[in-house]
């Protein structure tokens, strides 16, 4: 049973225009949701994250929105740049201190 | 800011051999680690949490005898593959948490375990 579900297994994306990354998940408890990035070999770093008492957090050229009653979350990225080409995954926490993780969207940001 | 170190970050290991893959929190002290498995292509699976000075709670599905973690220091978390087969070859990547919630997290580099 996947609580947290990334659809698109990779998006291609020009230099310049914008990525949106998209998350959907079932558990209506999860209070937290993040964004980590993970390069090949590598493991994840933190990009940014929201609580579900908010709709959108922004941080430089990304974006996290939130839509609760949707269950569906999304990062966008703009504008893209080469070096944003990686895994991208969606995390969930519910109330604890585990993360539940979707199974991540390969971006790659064309020059 | 936090690191979190993994070694080795790869290792071969003949079937039947046991490996041990060390999480270290290099900057502070982690009252909680994780273990998490990830196949190709796949999700990051949580095996189990270990706390310092007590037994790791596993994950539904992830035998205890197989993967043995010991969480020995606030600072040192351990994963032993006992008896590895190749179906156990996969990337397995620890996170230390310095409290906060979800939001404390910090993961190691991984290491990739291929048993031949």
């Known amino acids: 049973d996947q609580q947290v579900k990334q659809n698109s297994p990779s998006l291609s994306v020009q230099e310049g225009r914008i990525s949106i990354l998209n998350c959907d998940y079932t558990?209506?408890?999860?209070?937290?949701f993040l964004w980590y990035k993970k390069y090949p070999a590598e493991g994840p770093t933190f990009l940014i994250s929201i609580s579900s008492i908010k709709d959108k957090n922004e941080d430089g050229r990304f974006t996290v929105f939130l839509n609760k009653s949707a269950k569906h979350l999304s990062l966008h990225i703009v504008p893209s740049q080469p070096g944003d080409s990686a895994v991208y995954f969606c995390a969930a926490s519910g109330g604890g201190n585990k993360l539940v993780f979707g199974a991540g969207t390969i971006l790659r940001v064309k020059s | 800011g936090a690191v979190v170190s993994q070694h080795p970050s790869w290792v071969i290991c003949k079937s039947g051999t046991s490996v041990k893959i060390e999480c270290r929190s290099l900057d502070f002290q982690a009252t909680t680690m994780f273990w998490y498995r990830q196949f190709p292509k796949q999700s990051l699976m949580l095996m189990a949490t270990s706390n310092e000075g007590s037994k790791a709670t596993y994950e539904q599905g992830v035998e205890k005898d197989k993967f043995l973690i010991n969480h020995a220091s606030l600072t040192l978390s351990t994963l032993t593959v006992t008896s590895a087969h190749p179906e156990d070859s996969s990337f397995y990547i620890c996170?230390?948490?310095?409290?906060?919630?979800?939001?404390?997290?910090?993961f190691g580099s991984g290491t990739r375990l291929t048993v031949v």
């Open positions: 558990n209506s408890m999860f209070d937290y």
């Open positions: 996170s230390a948490s310095q409290g906060g919630g979800a939001y404390g997290y910090t």
